[in-house]
Every structure is written in C-alpha cells, then in structure tokens.
C-alpha cells in the first residue's frame, strides 16, 4: 500500500493511493479530515491560489493592515485571514460531510511547503 503521511507543529497532510474513496488527508493537532482525490486536488489548487493572493497584496498593504481572502470550488471553500506575511487559513468541505478545520499561522508555511511537496497519484 502506497501511505505517505507529512506532519509538523499543528499540521498534518497524508494521502494514500489505494483507498477506494477517501486518499487524501489534511488536519492540524486535534482534528483530520479525509478527502476524495477531487477534494484534495481542488484543496491544493485553492491553497496555492490564496497563497499567492496574500503574497501579492503584501505590496498593496501598509505593514499594520490585515487581510482576508477566500477561494472557492463546488467541494471546497478556504479562507486565508491575517497579514499577507502571517495568516490562517480556514476550510470548508461543500459536499456531503460538511467539516471543517483550520490552521494557526504559525503552522501555515511549513504546511505549504509540504502539501506541494506530497507526491499523490
């Protein structure tokens, strides 16, 4: 079985190709949620979105000013709040299950980075 789990300081990321309906896996300390494949890719797709968002309004935004920035699909809905530099990041599912989870800030980048460093297929 292809299982490759990912976690650090109030983070968590995992996919495993062979599960028949849920192969994806996010979560922070206290709580996970699995996702279909089309919720992890949109989940990933969504993420690098607002993360790309937040980096380009650092430039529009005084040093003090907070922003909050969402991106949505039919399965997910996040939510990046904070300082372009330093930020949450919140998430809906829209399908069945509605579930729900969040990140700190200080546990986003590290998150990030290893969410587009899992290899899925």
Sequence with gaps: MSRRIKAGDGWRIG????DSKYQGLV???DWAIELTSEE?????RLL????ATMKAMEAELMESEKISCEAES???WLEATGYPYHYT???ILNGDRRCEGNWAAEAVPEFIAAINSL???
């Design 27 to 29: 979560g922070a300390n």
């Design 74 to 76: 039919e399965l997910v």
């Design 15 to 18: 996919w495993c190709s062979q």
């Design 40 to 44: 992890f890719a949109d989940f990933q």
């Design 89 to 91: 990041i919140r998430l």
């Design 48 to 51: 690098n979105q607002l993360v």
């Design 119 to 121: 290899e899925v297929s």
